[in-house]
Nanobody, 117 residues
Framework: QVQLVESGGGMVQPGGSLRLSCAVSGITFSFYDMGWYRQAPGNQRELAAVIGGFGTTNYAGSVKGRFTISRDYAKNTVYLQMNSLKPEDTAVYYC???????????WGQGTQVTVSS
């Protein structure tokens, strides 16, 4: 079955860094655009970053210049490198796989990121 398993979340001080990973199985990884979304308490889930099949990327304005999304086809894994973290980055971060032509999509279970002093 399809599995998206996130890891790498945790608690970090403002200005710190974390790297999230999302290991994907059960789908043809190269057919899917991969995204990282986040949801803070009381807020809607929002896009943080997305990466397409040819490595094209797009970022939310609030994370541009601080976050970097990448994918490893050998490991069927997508990463989110988060630098210069701010308290407002605190959220549950979710990995999403979306098929480039059919639109079928899958979510991971989420990983908590807390930025606090």
């Amino acid at each position: 079955q399809v599995q998206l398993v996130e890891s790498g979340g945790g608690m970090v001080q403002p200005g710190g860094s974390l790297r999230l990973s999302c290991a994907v199985s059960g789908i043809t990884f190269s057919f899917y655009d991969m995204g990282w979304y986040r949801q803070a308490p009381g807020n809607q889930r929002e896009l943080a970053a997305v990466i397409g099949g040819f490595g094209t990327t797009n970022y939310a304005g609030s994370v541009k210049g601080r976050f970097t999304i990448s994918r490893d086809y050998a490991k069927n894994t997508v990463y989110l490198q988060m630098n210069s973290l701010k308290p407002e980055d605190t959220a549950v971060y979710y990995c999403k796989a979306e098929h480039r032509t059919s639109g079928a999509f899958y979510w991971g279970q989420g990983t908590q990121v807390t930025v606090s002093s």
